[in-house]
């Protein structure tokens, strides 16, 4: 049973380019959840998707936006990227009420130079 | 400011003894709290959760004990192995209007080092 599944493990930008990071959820989840994790600290919420619509989001700029498809796959999109985006991006996928068992996948390192 | 604290970000534990990871939080309507266990180059894993209607969830080696006064909650792993080394990320959560999940709160994170 495949875990969730994120691509590319690493990449990196320069300043100012647009970025686009794929996770595919675990089978039989249906919401996808975006982390941003910066080196030494926890997890930062970006935003949720449900029903390919956008649910919650995190304290972030519209410069982040997702979407996600009829297959529950995911995209994170990152435009005008900044020094600071550097950061490990997790995907995490859930069902709707399943006791916050989310499952992370092992996340795309994104620097920016 | 940060909502969830893990004031200590490592702690070395002798092999075959008590591990104690603690977490402050400062939100009265979290609702649910997780800990999650993250090895390098890999993402986080789900090891073990609570309700605030609890005090108290046990999962093998691993319990969690929740203080809702003192807004404090701890894992306690017993005994610990080598193999528990990793960072331990303390989670929160505020259950969203209709019952659906909420986003997780993370704290910091306590790099655990068990010493064979």
């Known amino acids: 049973d495949a875990g969730v599944t994120q691509s590319p493990t690493h990449l990196i930008k320069t300043r100012g380019q647009q970025v686009t990071l794929r996770c595919s959820p675990k089978?039989?989840?249906?919401?996808v959840s975006w982390y941003q994790q910066a080196l030494g600290q926890g997890p930062q919420f970006i935003f949720q998707y449900y029903e390919e619509e956008e649910r919650q989001r995190g304290n972030f700029p519209d410069r982040f936006s997702g979407h996600q498809f009829p297959n529950y796959s995911s995209e994170l999109n990152v435009n005008a990227l900044l020094l600071g985006d550097s950061a490990l991006y997790l995907c995490a996928s859930s069902l709707p009420r399943a006791n916050y068992g989310y499952t992370f996948g092992s996340g795309t390192r994104l620097t920016v130079v | 400011d940060q909502q969830v604290k893990q004031n200590s970000p490592s702690l070395s534990v002798q092999e075959g003894r008590i591990s104690i990871l603690n977490c402050d939080y400062t939100?009265?309507?979290?609702?649910?709290f997780l800990w999650y266990k993250k090895y390098p180059a890999e993402g986080p894993t789900f090891l073990i959760s609570i309700s605030s209607i609890k005090d108290k969830n046990e999962d093998g080696r691993f319990t969690v004990f929740l203080n809702k006064s003192a807004k404090h909650l701890s894992l306690h792993i017993v005994p610990s192995q080598p193999g528990d080394s990793a960072v331990y990320f303390c989670?929160?959560?505020?259950?969203?209007?209709?019952?659906?999940?909420?986003?997780?709160?993370f704290g910091k994170g306590t790099k655990l080092s068990v010493k064979p």
């Open positions: 089978s039989g989840h249906d919401t």
């Open positions: 989670a929160a959560s505020v259950e969203n209007y209709g019952g659906s999940q909420g986003n997780l709160i």
């Open positions: 939100n009265s309507m979290f609702d649910y």
